[in-house]
């Protein structure tokens, strides 16, 4: 059962320390979504990938947060520096180009101090 | 004004029970449509697609206006198991826009 795997699903930090989270798409998977959910906002849009390559970011504050895919396997969310106001569960989602349904994985719950 | 707007509820509601929830959005051009379930303390999991001529899945029947821009859930015969957020979807230019969700609590 092919699932998207995100680490750490935990992470506590004190304001301004990086963060870093990582995310694995489904194998064959070629599109990769970042979100974000707070009580306040719901859920968010903050980065797209396809084939790799960032289609849009434009959902993502863009002096702190960047994401990138170093490979297919790979995705990175970091915040440098982290504020209390990014404390959220973070999303990572997968797809494939030609069907709807994106997959998501079990999050990454982050609490900045 | 979100993009897609849902009534957060919660609704309190007994086994057994029929509940329906609605969920408007703004942008004409959107394509596709869905419910996705949300347990809590879990990842948003597809629960249907939804189409104009409305479909169904079991005691779950979805239904789209697309005049009215307007997308409509209704659970039959509700069960315990039931009890999530629901949350409504519209895909556009690939990007899943979400809905806030609408929490459902059944009651023994």
């Known amino acids: 059962d092919a699932r998207v795997t995100q680490t750490p699903r935990h992470k506590v930090t004190e304001m301004g320390q990086e963060v870093t989270m990582r995310c694995q798409p489904i194998?064959?998977?070629?599109?990769v979504f970042w979100y974000r959910q707070t009580m306040m906002q719901g859920l968010e849009l903050l980065a797209y990938f396809r084939n790799r390559a960032p289609l849009d970011d434009s959902g993502m504050p863009k002096d702190r947060f960047s994401a990138e895919m170093p490979d297919a396997t790979l995705a990175t969310l970091k915040i440098q520096p982290s504020e209390p106001r990014d404390s959220a569960v973070y999303f990572c989602?997968?797809?494939?180009?030609?069907?709807?349904?994106?997959?998501f994985g079990p999050g990454t719950r982050l609490l900045v101090l | 004004r979100k993009e897609v707007e849902q009534d957060p509820g919660p609704f309190n509601v007994p086994e057994g029970a029929t509940v329906a929830f609605n969920c408007t959005y703004s942008?004409?051009?959107?394509?596709?449509f869905f419910w996705y379930r949300q347990d809590c303390r879990k990842e948003p999991k597809l629960l249907m697609s939804?189409?104009?001529s409305g479909n169904e899945d079991g005691r779950f029947t979805a239904q789209l206006n697309r005049a009215s821009q307007y997308i409509s859930l209704l659970i039959r015969d509700s069960k315990l198991s039931d009890s999530a957020t629901y949350l409504c979807v519209v895909r556009y230019t690939g990007k899943l826009i979400f809905g806030q969700g609408t929490t459902l609590q059944v009651k023994p």
């Open positions: 942008n004409s051009a959107s394509q596709s």
């Open positions: 939804v189409y104009s």
């Open positions: 989602a997968s797809g494939w180009t030609g069907e709807e349904t994106q997959y």
């Open positions: 194998l064959g998977h070629n599109t």
